[in-house]
């Protein structure tokens, strides 16, 4: 029976994606998502769509900044595990039920889902510190972020680790900033 | 458990992602160990073009480029790796299994099915055996729909280059994963998880960070003799191996970095080894992986990273310069460098400079070192120089947890080294730097010619240029992230805006030496001095305020500009008026001296820096946003006039001194602009670099200097002929830039010969005496038969406080003249009263009374 499982198994397959996402400024983020929320991961499941896993996660709306103020929100993202198939893209966040974020997402793709704007850019999870204050950090998960040619870099804005209430200040003054202007 | 639930705990276990080992290596969990993802055969990858290319491009132009990504891989000598060309395909579906490996645009949305934002430029899909970690299948789709792509030969703003991701997506495509290491465009390794438009050619260059990688993964059979490695551990004090800890080794001759992370050879904590290290001397550094590259970059297990530590060199060593060097031989492993995290024993003495001293054309002295040092109250100054000079001096108490101690002056070309020694109650010992290494400095002589000093945004340094020689003076040690510089009435002192640490650096230009800090609010940046150098303003970018210095007594205030969020940027200053630009609003602020705002005038858009014309009339302002100069006249606040620029945007403004040129700097496209004033007509446009931001004229206004912020270099344009003369390297991303004459030290404290040499020693009675503004001191020493001999003259109180060091140096016989100008070393004018002037040289010793009168 080992030998049947050792067998079996090395046909599995294991996928990964690597992916480069276009760089967003916080500025982008606030600018061009068209919903910004304060969430609670509240459910997450996964399913098959168009012969893939994707997860679908269902939150509780604690704030919203910007977009149609709803108490629940609904996202279906790429990746998931069905079965023995477990299939991972770099850069896509994943929640788990009791988390929060604060999420700035896209407009609906065909199947009427938003995304987080950039990927893990667009999500920013919220822990706590050693003192209990809460801060947000953003979820990369091994992305490749990406500057347009012909464009000088703006600098890597310091948003990992702030702190949560001074974050959201910033989020809704943010509109009109210019940071690669320093 | 069952047969059937094992083989599910199996299958977990092989399916969670974790990438371990650095350059970095992609890979997953195994049972025991990480498994690596690699190629069986990578001496024959195939790889198949979708027939249409991208919408961009032509489809030839697309294939070509993708072509070109492969081969910058193949072509790394010390690794065997080559990809089969299958040719193009009309069968754009990707498949997980056909092992044909397809690069195609999906223009349609089809296949990604991402919605419009979702910033998805490129993916690459790998699938592997999951449990030997071969890859089976690899396939690179690009967002063909959302993002317009261009090549090098035709770079256009705002598209994304083909090559620059295609390069980096075939590193992964060969199994690697991202590298910590950072740097600037030009040495940043192309699997850097910032994958930054820096034009054509700087990302698809390979680095050594990249090299050592594929190579490590496939080498060939000479590779494994012509590098050498080294290895060790990474632990906390209580010796527990620590995880996700950032190993860079720096060859100290080329400068080329290789690194890994701890864990990541084995999976487990505390064990690293870095791989790939061409032979040569090597400085190792451990440093937390923070900031803009962290954890989140990598993902998988490497989500709990060991950061809470200070970075350090091995050993112990967190200056550089002090590090031990490491040499590498082909073929062999260094072993057991290894490092402890928090090295402060409990309870034993721990010493750490608060700035380091830097090169300093000052003779006189004396030279304060300062450190910060815990556990320990007893501490002494060790010193020698060159000159065969050297002392044990106990260092005092400067504020909490602080200690100093002053080395007298020194002449011109000694260099001195000094280290620290700390005991406690239970005379515990150390010194700092440990195993015989010592700090030091140089006493520099200089050409004479104008100094460039230039902020090292990357670095926090200030690096002095002689700007004959273009060689580097010195490095003074300012706040964090110094980003613009200014230079104080007369150049005396110069000022220097920390973005990250929001204070001001005061530097005296004649010693080089960090003299004062002076507190701002959030992210200062451009700064301006009026024309009677009472005021010093600052913006606060980050705060919408405007910082307010009083440069006779430094003291500062911050007053708030109504209706800003973020910003002021750029400023200008005349005596009676103050402009700072809101780039969010697009205007001109115009305010009183006291920061008032007066009134606002709509400009081109995103003003951001001003330049005023030397009479004080005009007012220049360069705008990111439109291809737009403003001049304003700055007596009526009325615009003056506006001159279209072929360029997307400007960034950096100057005047040249005659006021009859004016130089932009236009960063996106790396280029000067230069416009006659008087019709703002176009004189020349010069390539610079990338990303220029920082102009300076020298004193005579022969020769502008301009910093290429983004390629690290400094270029002179003759602003005759207005032709680029030259260029030098420069730190680690130089932004402002201030041309200087070297000043010499004040007046009341400077030395004259005068005369033969004296045959005796002799301080004369200081005249006047009584005074009130200065006093004469001379005082002579005799040949005695020494060359040099040390000399200190101080002034005390009644109380036999010393108020002020005149001179602390290492003096050649002759006569010497000082004036005192009766103020302490703070430089705060002293009270009425008696005062005891001090003079000791060689065995002499004298003492003479004062008598001030306010």
Redesign the interface.
Known sequence: ??YL?AF???F?????????????SLHQLAT???QIHVVTCLESSYEYA?GQPITRYKFAVTETIKGPPNAHITLHL?GG?IG?F?S????MPTFSIGSQDVLFL??????G???P?????GAFQIRLDGNDAPRV?????????????????PE?E?V??SELASFLQRVR??S???D??? | MTAHSKLFALLFICCVYSPAQAFLIQTFSGEDAPIQQTWASPERIPFVLYDAGSDDLTDAESHRIIRESFQVWEDVPSARVAFSDLGVTSTRTPSRRDRRNLIFFDETNAFLQAPRGSGIIAVTRLNSNALTGKITDADIIFNGLEFRFSSNEQPVRGTVNLKDVAVHEVGHLLGLEHTPLDGPASSRPTMNPFNRGDGPGLGQTLEADDIAGVSFLYPTPEYALSVGSISGTVSNLEGNGLFGVHIVAQNTETQTQISTVSGAYDGQGGRYRIEGLPPGPYRVQMTPIEGSINADNFGGIFSEFATDFTPEFYDNSRVENTAQTIEVQAGQTVRKIDFTTGFIRPGFPSVELSGLAANTPDTTGPYTVRVQAINTDQLWLHYRSSLALSDRIPMRSAGENIFAANIPGQPVSAQIEYRIEARNDSIDQIFYPENERWFSFNILELSGAPLAFTALRGSDFISVVDTDTRAEQARIAVGDEPIQIIAGPAGHFLYVSNLSSNEISVISAATFQEVERIETAVQPLDMAISPNGSTLYATNSGAGTLTIVDLETRSARTVWLAGLSTGPYGIAARNDKVFATDLTNDQLLIMDSEGIIQSRIDVAPQPRSLAMSPDGKLLYITSMGENVLTVIDAETDQIDGRARLPVSGTFAVAVHPTGEKVYLTAHDEGSVLILKADDLSIQAQIATGDNPRGIAFTPDGQTAFVTNAFSDETVLIDATTDRLVGRYRSGDEPRGIVVNNPVQLSQDTSVYEMGATPSRYSLDPPYPNPFNAETQIIYRLPADGQTLQPVRLEIYNGLGQRVRMLIAAVQEPGNYRVQWDGRDESGEMMSTGVYILSLQAGPYRQARKLLLLR
């Open positions: 029976m080992v499982i079996f198994i090395s599995l397959t294991w996928q990964c994606e690597a992916t480069t996402v276009e760089r967003f061009q998502s068209e168009d790429p595990i023995a477990e991972r893209i770099a850069g896209t407009a609906p793709n065909r199947a889902f938003a995304w704007m950039g990927l893990g850019q950090y953003q979820r990369l998960n091994g992305l490749t972020l990406h500057d347009r040619a012909a464009k000088p870099a890597i310091p990992q680790g003054s943010l009109k900033s210019n690669s202007a320093q």
